[in-house]
């Protein structure tokens, strides 16, 4: 009855319109007062436990760095790379788009911030390159989804944070299936692009041009390296790292490209901000109604209901993973992350199945839903940013996340895909 109390209370909020933080709190007090064990002093002290949490520090960090790398001319200089190496092949730009996206998941960590940034430069550049636009906008949405798989990853550290799962683990996990992800993309936007004679293509930049374009990349493409090397040889922890990504971020931007000034700052810390606040709130009520979930012992009753799939855990991840991606189709990644993780990790452990392998899937899934109507998030962004409706681009979009599924059964029929690289570097 506890899990029936929650489950509703949560879906009536969330349909009459009230913001998925304040749903949380007010299912998580509807289950109270059931339970009678209803205070504000436990209510109060438990939002507050949610975000008094070390590595969820790494979330303001990683966001004001993702910022200070667009303000400092990071993020440019990576689209400028891409375009000296893709830009005089036959549907170059699309290449340009998936490289720039892959490059800059490792620097963000945000597929929406991703989306805004790649799009609002390239959409209008591909369009004018004759490219359709709908495919141009559909492919930047695909491609910004490999941000919450490659480290600095916020819904990895989410998921870490709320699963009890080392954050650490789960960036290295999630750089082979985020590699997989660009290059299904590239191999669909191949097949789209053969036989297409019609779209621009620029002249082949000379050598020597290439050579000074990948130096003037280097010192953002050098950032992701940093990471993933300091994280594998133990030298700093996942905050830490968000911390390094903020140093470096700036001293590059203000003193390598010196294209960062001092008046830039003020907005990037208030948008880092505006986002952080958004994503700690709603991460304090999620951990609230984890505490309140443990306390009704709602993870049994899922266990029991889930009971008969736990003997064939390829069965118990294929059903977790189209409710997952159904449910994603209303509900956005982070709040999916911060409700479902806490209902769910105790019927994957005792299933048997790798905590950070589950992660991954699960994350991968959760990305899939921000392609998807009516509420996926990249796709409203896309939207905005390539100058469409919501129909057009779904028309355009349909055959990358296909490749982005194709991406996700090779992962559940392949776990070593993701567990050998993992055992290797661990």
Not at 95 to 115: E, H, K, M, P, R
Not at 296 to 307: C, D, H, K, M, S
């Amino acid at each position: 009855m506890t899990l029936v109390i929650f489950l509703v209370a949560l879906m009536f909020f969330i349909l009459i319109g009230v913001p998925i933080a304040f749903s949380l709190l007010l299912s998580g007090i509807s289950l109270m007062i059931y339970m009678d064990l209803f205070s504000t002093q436990l209510l109060s002290q438990n939002l507050l436990n949610g975000v008094n949490n070390f590595p969820l520090m790494a979330v303001p960090f990683f966001i004001l760095a993702g910022e200070l790398m667009n303000k400092g001319g990071l993020s440019q200089r990576i689209i400028d790379f891409s375009m000296t190496l893709f830009g005089h092949v036959r549907g170059g730009m699309g290449y340009v788009a998936i490289l720039a996206c892959l490059l800059f998941a490792g620097l963000s960590g945000s597929a929406v911030a991703d989306v805004a940034a790649l799009g609002a430069i390239l959409i209008p550049m591909m369009v004018k390159a004759g490219y359709d636009r709908n495919k141009s906008s559909g492919l930047i949405a695909a491609g910004g989804i490999i941000a919450p798989m490659i480290p600095p990853s916020v819904s990895m550290i989410l998921f870490g944070v709320t699963g009890g799962v080392s954050i650490s683990q789960l960036f290295i996990a999630g750089i082979v299936p985020g590699i997989m992800m660009a290059v299904m993309l590239t191999i669909t936007w191949w097949l789209i692009m053969r036989k297409d004679t019609t779209v621009q293509t620029f002249e082949k930049k000379p050598l020597k041009e290439m050579i000074i374009s990948s130096r003037h990349a280097l010192w953002a493409l050098f950032l992701p390296v940093i990471i993933v090397v300091g994280l594998r040889g133990g030298i700093f922890t996942p905050t830490e790292a968000a911390v390094i990504a903020v140093a470096y971020a700036f001293f590059v931007g203000f003193f390598i490209y010196k294209e960062l000034k001092l008046k830039h700052l003020y907005s990037a810390f208030l948008v880092a901000a505006k986002m952080t606040s958004i994503v700690l709130f709603l991460a304090a009520a999620a951990l609230y109604c984890a505490w309140l979930i443990t306390v009704a012992n709602i993870p049994r009753v899922i266990t029991e209901f889930l009971g008969p799939f736990i003997q064939n855990p390829l069965l118990l991840l294929t059903l977790i993973i189209v409710i997952v991606i159904v449910v994603g189709t209303v509900m956005d990644v982070t709040p999916m992350i911060l409700i479902l993780t806490p209902l769910l990790m105790p019927v994957v452990l005792e299933a048997g199945i790798n905590p950070v392998y589950f992660g991954v899937i699960f994350i991968l899934a959760n990305s899939i839903g921000l392609l998807t109507p009516p509420v996926g998030t990249v796709l409203n962004v896309a939207c905005g940013v390539g100058k469409i409706g919501m129909v057009d681009i779904v028309k355009g979009i349909w055959p990358f996340l296909i490749a982005h599924v194709v991406v996700l059964i090779l992962l559940l029929l392949f776990p070593g895909i993701i567990l050998v690289p993992l055992n290797f570097l661990f």
